[in-house]
C-alpha cells in the first residue's frame, strides 16, 4: 500500500507544479470563454434543422450548438499555445534557429486562431 502511494508521488507532483496548474488554468478559461457555461445550463443539441437541412452554426448572437463550443475551445487553446510559443521564442537562449522557429510557428498559430474565429463570427452573424 505505501510502496503504490509513493509511486504515485511524482505523477501528483507533476500535476500540481506551476506548469500543470498552468495548463489546467489556461483549458479552464477557454472552456469558460468559448461558452462553457452555456453548453452545461442549456445542453445545446449538435445540430440544428434549418430550412436549407442541418447545420452545425445557428445563426445566432444569443445561441450556440454544442459542435461550435468544442470548435471555439480548440481555437482558443491553439490561440494561447501559439502565445506560449511566443513567450518562449523571447526568452534568453543561445538557440537561435529553435528561437525562431518557435516564433514563427507561434505567429502561425495565433493568426490561424484569429483568423479562424472571425470567420466563424462572421458565419454566425450572416
Not at 47 to 73: D, K, P, R
Not at 97 to 103: L, S, V
Amino acid at each position: 500500500m505505501v510502496k503504490d502511494i509513493s509511486s504515485r508521488i511524482p505523477f501528483l507532483k507533476q500535476v500540481f507544479s506551476r506548469r500543470g496548474l498552468s495548463i489546467f488554468a489556461v483549458l479552464f478559461i477557454a472552456f469558460l470563454t468559448s461558452g462553457g457555461i452555456y453548453a452545461i445550463i442549456n445542453s445545446p443539441p449538435t445540430l440544428v434543422s434549418t430550412s436549407s437541412g442541418n447545420t452545425y452554426i445557428y445563426h445566432s448572437a444569443t445561441s450556440e450548438t454544442s459542435s461550435e463550443l468544442f470548435v471555439i475551445f480548440l481555437l482558443t487553446v491553439t490561440g494561447a499555445a501559439g502565445f506560449i510559443l511566443l513567450e518562449e521564442a523571447f526568452k534568453k537562449s543561445f538557440d537561435l534557429g529553435g528561437a525562431r522557429m518557435k516564433f514563427l510557428l507561434g505567429i502561425v498559430l495565433v493568426l490561424l486562431a484569429v483568423g479562424l474565429l472571425e470567420s466563424l463570427t462572421y458565419i454566425k452573424l450572416h
